[in-house]
């Protein structure tokens, strides 16, 4: 008898356990739905995996998208600047219908119309990265660092630190929203300093017929360099044309010349590390790539299933010099693993 007992007791258990069990698996799929129910699209700005910020951003999607067990659908038009492509991808999307479009935009104004077919499509959207205009803001959220104010601080680095009387400016892709947050950023913030900043010192840099960001950026900052004997810090808007200022003022080196001109730029490739080891950079705005990729596709995918938008997250970002570049979070942050 006792047997019996003891026996049912085990019965019962296993049933009771395998009811819990069914319960918190019907739970978990109506809460955060199925992982093969979701479909994701990123549409990025560049597949130039030379370019450490992006070849670290789509690492961190990579790995987001392996943790939620969706597949990893990485799309980006030939070149940063590229509205046609862009927008080709975009009409991709309407015809496969995503339920989800991650999207760097190459241009704040004209892929508008473009975003408004994906959401009246039904399509949830958010922007990594670059985003639009205001337009749509309040319909779609935002992934990335706070540009405009990044670069506002950065300005009191050039007035306060490096005693700044005469900048110059070069932004990646006039069209970019990114950009143009930057270069007004650090703009206003130098005019509050006091610090003057020439209409014809503010320069974007462009690709296409045989020139690389990186060479355009060069010459520019060299002819203005050059038609401006006073100026003495250059405010570079990316890891690419950063990289091309760098260059002009070594060229400008090897200059009879005593001019010391500073660099104040954005990320952290290696040959930024580099020249702010050699002294030919002073301060690196350094984003966590990996962190925004990441984030964005997290995000994304728990809001879609909340029904809501993620508004905009802000990314931290870190400001690297020849002082605190050893600093071991720093390094981490320089050379993820």
Same mark, same amino acid.
């Given at each position: 008898m006792q047997k019996v007992n003891k026996r049912n007791f085990i019965i019962a258990m296993t049933c009771i356990f395998l009811v819990i069990i069914s319960a918190v698996m019907t739970l978990s799929v109506a809460i955060f739905g199925g992982t093969d129910k979701i479909d994701i699209m990123i549409i990025s700005k560049s597949n130039d995996m030379k370019i450490d910020f992006w070849r670290s951003l789509k690492g961190g999607m990579q790995d987001a998208c392996d943790e939620y067990g969706?597949?990893?659908?990485?799309?980006?038009?030939?070149?940063?600047?590229?509205?046609?492509?862009?927008?080709?991808?975009?009409?991709?999307?309407?015809?496969?219908?995503?339920?989800?479009?991650?999207l760097a935009a190459v241009d704040y104004k004209a892929i508008n119309d473009d975003v408004k077919k994906l959401l009246d499509a039904g399509i949830y959207v958010l922007t990594f990265d670059s985003g639009i205009s205001l337009e749509h803001d309040n319909l779609i959220g935002f992934v990335g660092i706070n540009n405009y104010q990044t670069a506002n601080d950065l300005s009191k680095f050039a007035s306060e630190k490096l005693h700044s009387k005469n900048a110059i400016i070069i932004g990646h892709e006039q069209g970019s929203k990114t950009a143009r947050e930057r270069v007004d950023g650090f703009n206003d913030g130098l005019k509050l300093s006091g610090v003057n900043v020439n209409s014809n010192n503010i320069k974007y840099s462009e690709s296409g017929e045989g020139k690389t960001y990186i060479e355009d950026a060069r010459a520019k900052t060299l002819?203005?360099?050059? &038609?401006? #004997? $006073?100026?003495?810090?250059?405010?570079?808007?990316?890891?690419?044309?950063? %990289? =091309?200022?760098?260059? &002009?003022? #070594? $060229?400008?080196?090897?200059?009879?010349?005593?001019?010391?001109?500073?660099? %104040? =730029?954005?990320?952290?490739?290696?040959?930024?590390?580099i020249d702010l080891e050699s002294g030919v950079c002073d301060y690196l705005a350094v984003q966590r790539a990996f962190k925004i990729g990441y984030s964005a596709v997290s995000n994304a995918v728990d809001n879609y299933l909340k029904g809501k938008t993620v508004g905009n997250l802000y990314i931290d970002v870190a400001i690297i010099d020849k002082t605190n570049m050893y600093d071991r979070e720093n390094q981490e942050i320089l050379f993820p693993i």
């Open positions: 969706y597949e990893f659908n990485y799309k980006a038009p030939a070149n940063e600047g590229d509205i046609k492509g862009q927008r080709l991808l975009i009409e991709e999307a309407l015809i496969s219908k995503p339920d989800i479009v991650l002819a203005m360099l050059k &038609a401006d #004997k $006073d100026v003495d810090v250059i405010f570079a808007t990316n890891e690419m044309v950063a %990289i =091309g200022s760098q260059m &002009a003022v #070594k $060229d400008l080196m090897n200059e009879p010349s005593d001019r010391n001109v500073s660099v %104040i =730029g954005f990320d952290g490739s290696k040959r930024q590390v």
